[in-house]
């Protein structure tokens, strides 16, 4: 299990430093890093982005929430993606967060729940718009996103997950709603239907080893009711988890969110998973430009 996760991590270090390597900080765009924001030294730190010509005004907010299987990833591996989006307008929270099988799900949420609650108490310091907060995840950071949506709206639901993990604070802020999601290259559900895969998620990310009530409240699609904030959905033609779009579009689509579709690539060039990261592509920056105009639409 060590050995799977010492590889995967090393593999997809290797290939996003190989992305990002000609990429530097934009000079229209002013940052502050390594933002404490909970208790642990290394995974709760968080960056925050703004357009320099936006200096001293409040922005609707993106907080990001990366990808990486439960088990890769910081805010290191997003910030380019994150500082494009601030080019947009936007003032954009780049959280870390902690990682299974160290910390096992939903540790991740927790950490998340933290970052809102950061945004609301640092509003000011930072010109947050705390009545504009959006969100965007990718591969698993999408089911991280769609979870965090769901106890932002879905009663039920944090009930249940609460009472799951009585251990753990998943406590948002009063005033706590999302605006709308992006939900990139997706996966709603932990388990995947593959029993040999599913028996190593099972010990590596769940934090009971996948009992049948945590796999229920793992598959994050089951629990979007009407209340969920509206959601721009997109995928590619190469996309591994392109199918996995269908979980989320068919539970916005039967509990009448409003939700926005998009494919990207074409067969000759299909793209891949999360292709929107890689920002020196037209596509990614077509699909960055489209999720940022479904935010505004809904900025307030």
């Not at 090393?10 to 000609?22: F, H, I, L, P, T």
């Not at 907060?133 to 769609?146: K, M, N, R, Y």
């Not at 209340?227 to 039967?254: Q, W, Y």
Request: hydrophobic content about 40%; some cysteine.
């Amino acid at each position: 299990m060590v050995d799977i996760v010492k590889k995967t991590r090393s593999d997809w270090g290797e290939s996003d430093r190989k992305r990002d390597a000609n990429f530097k900080t934009p000079d229209d765009i002013e940052r502050v890093d390594d933002i404490p924001y909970g208790d642990h030294p290394e995974w709760n730190l968080l960056d925050v982005y703004r357009p320099k010509s936006e200096t001293g005004k409040k922005l609707p907010v993106i907080m990001i929430v990366h990808g990486g299987g439960w088990i890769y990833g910081d805010k290191v591996v997003y910030q380019y993606y994150a500082m494009s989006l601030a080019q947009r307008g936007f003032a954009v929270v780049n959280p870390s967060y902690r990682l299974a099988p160290e910390f096992k799900y939903p540790a991740q949420i927790v950490d998340i729940c933290v970052v809102s609650r950061w945004i609301f108490a640092n509003a000011d310091k930072y010109g947050f718009d705390t009545n504009n907060i959006f969100a965007a995840g990718d591969s698993a950071g999408a089911h991280l996103v769609t979870v965090f949506a769901n106890i932002c709206v879905n009663p039920v639901f944090a009930k249940k997950l609460g009472a799951e993990y009585p251990e753990m604070d998943f406590t948002i802020p009063g005033d706590m709603r999302l605006n709308a999601v992006a939900l990139n290259c997706g996966k709603y559900d932990i388990l995947i239907g593959n029993f040999i895969v599913d028996r190593w998620v099972r010990k590596t990310v769940l934090a009971k080893g996948g009992k049948k009530g945590e796999r229920k409240l793992a598959a994050a699609a089951n629990y979007v009711t009407g209340s969920f904030p509206p959601a721009f959905v997109m995928t590619a033609v190469g996309d591994e988890l392109k199918n996995d779009s269908k979980v989320i579009t068919e539970a916005l689509f039967k509990n009448g969110v409003p939700f926005c579709y998009r494919l990207y690539g074409t067969n000759d060039n299909p793209l891949h998973h999360v292709f929107h990261c890689n920002i020196a592509l037209e596509e990614a920056v077509k699909c960055n430009d489209d999720t940022c105009a479904f935010f505004r639409e809904r900025v307030k």
